[in-house]
T-cell receptor
Framework: QKEVEQNSGPLSVPEGAIASLNCTYS??????FFWYRQYSGKSPELIMS????GDKEDGRFTAQLNKASQYVSLLIRDSQPSDSATYLC?????????????FGTGTQLKVEL | SAVISQKPSRDICQRGTSLTIQCQVD?????MFWYRQQPGQSLTLIAT?????????ESGFVIDKFPISRPNLTFSTLTVSNMSPEDSSIYLC?????????????FGPGTRLTVT
């Protein structure tokens, strides 16, 4: 089982709709979770961090965390064509050598006009 | 927020040669990391660059192939040694310990390496 799993997509949504991106993780003791946005040819950009169960909202973005189900999601409201990118879920995993940020394979989002 | 720069931004190298990539941050950071992102793939951690001591490498990566330096809290280098076409990838440095939540990492712009 992969440590962090995402559906690779592409996920296509019409402009103005809600995009829902999902991620599951295997390490039950993980405490820190992140969403990165990566445009083609660019480096990942941190857009959301979440540390406790429930929802965290920042503008059009809402991160949701359910530690019991080992599930974290990202909702993008009023999706815009500029939101078209790959979204990477990352989980901070505790290892013997220290904390390690482990990434999923990413979900490609396409927002269509 | 901190400005992270990498040099070179891209390079085309011949097999068997080595390339050193530099990562510079405009403020002191506690942690610096090096990642590789192969075409169409996600990010894979190569190593944690430790200031004043040897880097901590992940499984599958060794110091002879990817020597790393971190002479101070704002600068690190990654060398890709004895390159082969399989080393063609984007190499990214990231930093942690800036203002923000625990574990947050911020990435430099990356170095696109092509080995012929």
């Amino acid at each position: 089982q992969k440590e962090v799993e995402q559906n690779s997509g592409p996920l296509s949504v019409p402009e103005g709709a809600i995009a829902s991106l999902n991620c599951t993780y295997s390490d039950r003791v993980s405490q820190s979770f992140f969403w990165y946005r990566q445009y083609s040819g660019k480096s990942p950009e941190l857009i959301m961090s979440i540390y406790s169960n429930g929802d965290k909202e920042d503008g059009r973005f809402t991160a949701q965390l359910n530690k019991a189900s080992q599930y974290v999601s990202l909702l993008i409201r009023d999706s815009q064509p500029s939101d078209s990118a790959t979204y990477l879920c990352a989980v901070l995993i505790l290892t013997g050598g220290g904390n390690k940020l482990t990434f999923g394979t990413g979900t490609q989002l396409k927002v269509e006009l | 927020s901190a400005v992270i720069s990498q040099k070179p931004s891209r390079d085309i190298c011949q097999r068997g040669t080595s390339l050193t990539i530099q990562c510079q941050v405009d403020s002191q950071v506690t942690m610096m990391f090096w990642y590789r992102q192969q075409p169409g793939q996600s990010l894979t951690l190569i190593a944690t660059a430790n200031q004043g001591s040897e880097a901590t490498y992940e499984s599958g990566f060794v110091i002879d192939k990817f020597p790393i330096s971190r002479p101070n809290l704002t600068f690190s280098t990654l060398t890709v040694s004895n390159m082969s076409p399989e080393d063609s990838s984007i190499y990214l440095c990231s930093v942690a310990g800036l203002a923000g939540g625990p574990g947050e990492q911020y990435f430099g712009p990356g170095t696109r390496l092509t080995v012929t």
